[in-house]
């Protein structure tokens, strides 16, 4: 029986979209049930509905500055659906502790970069200004403190000499739109055991290669 699975967003939705595509197959231990934008005008919103997944609007302006409020129509939401995980796919929305507790071990995010590194926003430009050689993007579990939760997979991207911020990202999410379905399937199917903040990984052989740059 495939898990039942939200996907959270307020923008352009291109994770949610591979989340969606993953989950098409089969055997993938994930079904995406519902996806949810707090932003009326998602360009998201449109690319589920012609995948056939049920959408919902959920919008924080309605509830001004009442977080609780806002939290508590999703929380309804979420449970109307059955939902077991969620997966937030640039939902651009942090959560009161109260809601991360209601999903916790049961809630995961994508963010581009390596965390620890470069948490919250502009990751890209960042990166470059700080000249790192290697950057990339994480999936983890959403706690309360932003960016911060045990993480479940990265991917990393050599950076280029004449890299500008949207030739890093547009490498960065094709890193993204790999890694977010692998890790939600890793979830989903049970592999993912949390000892001591960090993640242990079942299931999965091989072995992982180096990334040196530049390439010495
Ligand atoms: C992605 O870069 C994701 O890592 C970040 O927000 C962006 C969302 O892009 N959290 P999209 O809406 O999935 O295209």
Known sequence: MKKRVAVLISGRGSN?????????DPAFPAGIMLVLSNRP???????ARSAGITTAV???????????????QLQEMLEAHGIEFVCLAG????FTPWFVA??????????????PAFKGLDTHARALAAGVKIHGASVHFVVPD?????????????????????????RVLAIEHRIYPAALAL????????????????GVTGAAGHLIVPPI
Do not use: S, Y
């Open 41 to 47: 005008a998602a360009a998201g919103l449109a690319i």
């Open 187 to 202: 979830l989903a199917a049970g592999h993912i055991k949390i000892i001591d903040g960090r993640c242990r990984i079942e």
């Open 91 to 94: 939902f651009m929305r942090l």
């Open 146 to 170: 932003m960016d911060c939760g045990p993480i479940i997979a990265q991917g990393a991207a050599a950076v280029l000499d004449d890299d500008t911020t949207a030739t890093l990202a547009a």
């Open 58 to 72: 959920v919008d924080h302006t309605v509830q001004g500055k009442d977080r609780e409020a806002f939290e508590r």
């Open 16 to 24: 949610m979209a591979a989340l969606i595509e993953a989950a098409k």
């Open 102 to 115: 209601r999903w916790n071990e049961r809630m995961i995010n994508i963010h581009p970069a390596l965390l």
